[in-house]
DNA sequence: CGTCCATTTGAGGTGGATCAACCCTAGTGG
DNA sequence: CCACTAGGGTTGATCCACCTCAAATGGACG
């Protein structure tokens, strides 16, 4: 892993201008959290399984996806962060799954350390660590139906509406991942997604301004493919 | 669901007597926090999807599944808890999963309410939830990986693990569950269940008597079937 | 304009699902 | 105490959704 505070990216800000919405609300008014900013460039790891935890992150521009290897390579994502999301909150020592940015990604970090400090006295910023785990164990409760249950088709139609929740911007979604990690998010290979994105555009469900500019034309018929 | 006030089996006893090891440790020490105890028969219904969340409950003998349903009813398995488990715990208003007994369950219970207004003052209750929200976290992250990548042989071999890890005595285990449990536990049917679990003991992995209790007879060759 | 990688598409194979008996065993009632 | 029954479990035969392997196409970038 990179070490932030040897990068000639580094700046310091002080936390506490928290939007609304803001994931890292609950924890950004506590007076004496620094918050440090750095930049991954394409496919950089930022940090590794099992590496210890030092650091919580908040996604400001960018994607990241979060992962676990099996021995002979096969790959599970957990789950894609973006702008705004906080990820690398563990409660142990170390980290449990691998980062990676998925294109040229900046975050905010802060120590674990210091949020354990503010955590010890404010009890608000307890609740909001507790927050924003119950969020990601909720997220992996959805995605375990998904991966135990679903079909193909339906688990593509489920990460379309996901994505389009989650980054359309005037109807349109730009999809920051490629192919692969999107099979490795739903438990398929990349072909399958590409036939069924295919299948979907045949269809008229959805419309392509390239392989990752997407519209979707009628989301009504989405929420019912996907069970 | 049941309304446990109404309930002849109902007693009240102090919270207070944490034992080491004891998931509820770290708020039983809490002054005012009072549990009520309750007996579910199998298969009933302890609470459901979307239900409010009034309770956070703890398996004191027997065990319970908890599950969601797709419309079609294929169901997926999220967790199995077992005796000492804390299973309800949630951040917002609802149940994400049904709680149902596998077997006739004992299981302790408190108010929500009386564990947020416990929260609101005592920092260590609040990190206690966290510290559970994050075991719960733990355990889906790592059944994603399962659900997603991992064969059927991979997947039974991982189950049996983790069922001797925590339910074996004098290293034979008694499960609960039946055949269409764990195979909507594992993503699988219960037809491969058994073909797999028939497949370890004709080379011997593991031994049965009765089909619901088994001894593991070579641990180290299971876990290089993991994956 | 050419190169490279992502994506699409095609053809064929297979692991696990489905459908269908059959078997075991715990529980029940005679 | 034993025959009967029902529900859980096993096993077999077949099917098919998705994977694998392979090739063609396309789009981004130098």
């Given at each position: 892993m990179l070490t932030p505070s040897l990068s000639p990216a580094v700046g310091h800000i002080a936390l506490g201008t928290a939007r609304p919405g803001d994931q890292f609300g609950a924890i950004a008014g506590h007076a004496g959290l620094v918050a440090t900013e750095f930049s991954y460039k394409?496919?950089?790891?930022i940090y590794g399984e099992d590496?210890?935890?030092d650091y919580v992150y908040q996604v400001i521009r960018g994607a990241v996806r979060t992962y676990k290897l099996l021995s002979d390579g096969r790959r599970q994502i957990g789950a894609f962060h973006l702008p705004g999301d906080v990820f690398?909150?563990?409660?142990?020592?170390?980290?449990?799954l691998t980062a990676e940015a998925i294109i040229d990604t900046s975050v905010r970090l802060v120590k674990r350390k210091s949020l354990e400090q503010a955590a010890m006295t404010d009890v608000a910023v307890v609740r909001g660590l507790l927050d924003m785990t119950a969020d990601s164990l909720k997220h992996a409760e959805d995605h375990m139906l998904l991966l135990g249950r679903k079909t193909a088709m339906e688990r593509v139609a489920t990460f379309l509406l996901e994505m389009d929740r989650r980054l359309a911007v005037a109807g349109m979604m730009a999809l920051p991942m490629c192919r692969r990690d999107i099979g490795d998010y739903l438990g398929l290979t990349l072909e399958t997604v590409s036939r069924a994105l295919s299948q979907l555009h045949d269809e008229g469900v959805l419309g392509f301004?390239?392989?990752?500019q997407i519209v979707l034309r009628n989301r009504q018929r989405l929420r019912g493919m996907d069970a």
């Open positions: 394409k496919d950089a790891e590496e210890p935890a690398g909150l563990e409660s142990g020592a170390t980290h449990r301004s390239g392989a990752r």
